[in-house]
């Protein structure tokens, strides 16, 4: 299973990025999907989260101008950020609950992180 992110860079103070993740491999369903980062010295933190029923949870930094969305519960997440700031700099990772089969437990997986950076 891989989970591949894409769309982040450099933005300005205010701007606005999306960053994408997609799946692929063989199993059997995602279930939770979420957003992570983390800049060096520090542990990675969660962003956002989202279930295949569209449940989602949102880290208090980010509320208000981060939204994530996860269309007709595809095994594929969006992250949608607006009003970015400076603290929001940061190697972004996409996170998944993979589902290899429909009896077997969820095991973890990463992509390899997509950098944001907001300055100007």
């Known amino acids: 299973v891989q989970l591949m992110e894409s769309g982040g860079g450099l933005a300005q103070p205010g701007g606005s990025l999306r960053l994408s993740c997609t799946s692929q491999g063989l199993f059997f369903t995602i279930l939770e999907m979420g957003w992570y980062r983390q800049v060096p010295g520090k542990q990675r933190e969660l962003v956002a989260r989202?279930?295949?029923?569209?449940?989602?949870i949102t880290s208090d930094s980010v509320k208000g101008r981060f939204t994530i969305s996860r269309p007709g519960g595809k095994n594929m997440v969006f992250l949608q950020m607006d009003d970015l700031k400076p603290e929001d700099s940061a190697v972004y990772y996409c996170?998944?609950?993979?589902?290899?089969?429909?009896?077997?437990?969820?095991?973890?997986?990463w992509g390899q992180g997509t950098e944001v950076t907001v300055s100007s």
């Open positions: 989202i279930t295949k029923e569209d449940h989602t």
């Open positions: 996170n998944g609950q993979v589902q290899t089969t429909e009896l077997s437990d969820t095991v973890n997986h």
